[in-house]
Every structure is written in structure tokens, then in C-alpha cells.
């Protein structure tokens, strides 16, 4: 579980503690259209955290790979951040796509920077540089900077 952080929806914090299967099962197979269902919620958290639990514990289907794609594309940056970073295991040649979407913006979450450091792709260093200078956030400064690294180091 995230620190106190939690979304809206029960049936979300069932699946953060694997007290619901999302499995082949019909039981689980119902868990996973509703968590993917979730991924279009009105309420940002459960969007958030249905696209977080439907990359980590989300079958490799089409099915799946389609609603991180469409969450990529939220409103809502965390949101987004959740999906590339799955999507990197999944596709990554639309993840780094994505990657550099969000990189040429001015406000970039840690997911990105993830991303960005699991891709280890050098097409990132430009737009890694700008983030990777001190901005008073220690947190953040690192996370770019390892990002940066990576990226460099390809």
C-alpha cells in the first residue's frame, strides 16, 4: 500500500492486498474488467491507482497493454506516469514515445523518471538535462539525475 494514500474504491485496496485474485479464473477474470474499467473512473485516485495495481498485476494481454496505453493518455500526470512505466515492460518502443511526450512538458512525476531510467535510452539525455538541475527538491533532483545516468550510460 501506498503510504496514506488510498483511492475511493474498496475493491481497489482489496486488490493492492491480494485479497482478490486477477487471475484466468471467472472470478478473476470479473476483477480484472473491473479494474480496467477503473482505469476510466471519475475519481483520479481510483484511476491512479487502478492503472498503478493493473501494471503490476495485470496479465501481459491485449486487453491489458490497451488500457495502460489509454491511461497514458489521462488527464491526469500521475496517471499517465503510472501507465508508461508499465508500458515499458510491454511496448517499449511506444513507452519511450511516450517517455519523451511527457519529458518535453514543465512538470514531470517520478514515474516518468522511472521510466526514462528503465528505458536507459540515450535519445533521452537532452530532455533529461533540463530536470537534472538543482531545483531546491533534493528528492526529485535525484531521481532526474539517475534517470540521466542511465540514459547516458544507455
Not at 512505466?85 to 519511450?96: C, F, H, K
Request: charged letters at 30%; a negative charge; one cysteine or more.
Amino acid at each position: 500500500m501506498r503510504g496514506g494514500y488510498l483511492p475511493a474504491s474498496n475493491f481497489l485496496v482489496s486488490v493492492a492486498n491480494e485479497e482478490v485474485p486477477i487471475d484466468a479464473s471467472d472470478f478473476g477474470q470479473a476483477n480484472l474488467n473491473l479494474l480496467v474499467e477503473l482505469t476510466r473512473d471519475a475519481d483520479r485516485s481510483n484511476r491512479d491507482w487502478a492503472t498503478m495495481l493493473l501494471g503490476h498485476k495485470g496479465p501481459q494481454t491485449d486487453e491489458v497493454s490497451e488500457a495502460l496505453r489509454r491511461a497514458a493518455d489521462d488527464e491526469d500526470e500521475y496517471v499517465r506516469g503510472e501507465a508508461i512505466q508499465a508500458l515499458v515492460e510491454r511496448n517499449r518502443a511506444s513507452a519511450l514515445d511516450l517517455v519523451r511526450r511527457e519529458l518535453a512538458k514543465e512538470f514531470v512525476c517520478v514515474a516518468i523518471f522511472d521510466a526514462a531510467a528503465e528505458l536507459a535510452d540515450p535519445s533521452l539525455v537532452s530532455l533529461l538535462e533540463p530536470f537534472a538541475m538543482p531545483s531546491g527538491d533534493d528528492y526529485m533532483d535525484g531521481v532526474a539525475r539517475h534517470a540521466l545516468a542511465k540514459c547516458k550510460d544507455g
